[in-house]
Nanobody, 123 residues
Framework: VQLQASGGGLVQAGGSLRLSCATSGRTLSNNGMGWFRQAAGKEREFVAT????????SYADSVKGRCTISRDRAKNTVILQMNNLKPEDTAVYYC?????????????????WGMGTLVTVSS
């Protein structure tokens, strides 16, 4: 199973980015999916999660109201739309798949991880 995150880049504060996670090698359409991030010198933290059919989502308080997670099961893709970005959003963003169908904000519930995409927000 491979997860490939893309869409990161350099953006000014207040701007938007759309991160995409493509899965291949095995269908993950029945797994929950999530986004985590890790800033330099900090631990990895939860950002957003979605269940297998997109019916349930959850967000970290730090991004709630600014980010939207969605998925296209037919295309095996998960999207993280990020708006009104702040310098503190700067991090490497990782997509991951859970070991079950539901969403989760706990990294230990994720089995498959992508390589990450760097998001840099300038002030």
């Amino acid at each position: 199973v491979q997860l490939q995150a893309s869409g990161g880049g350099l953006v000014q504060a207040g701007g938007s980015l759309r991160l995409s996670c493509a899965t291949s090698g095995r269908t993950l359409s029945n797994n929950g999916m999530g986004w985590f991030r890790q800033a330099a010198g900090k631990e990895r933290e939860f950002v957003a999660t979605i269940d297998w059919n997109g019916g349930r989502t959850s967000y970290a308080d730090s991004v709630k109201g600014r980010c939207t997670i969605s998925r296209d099961r037919a295309k095996n893709t998960v999207i993280l739309q990020m708006n009104n970005l702040k310098p503190e959003d700067t991090a490497v963003y990782y997509c991951a798949a859970t070991i079950f169908a539901g969403p989760s904000d706990l990294s230990r519930n994720y089995r498959y991880w992508g390589m990450g995409t760097l998001v840099t927000v300038s002030s």
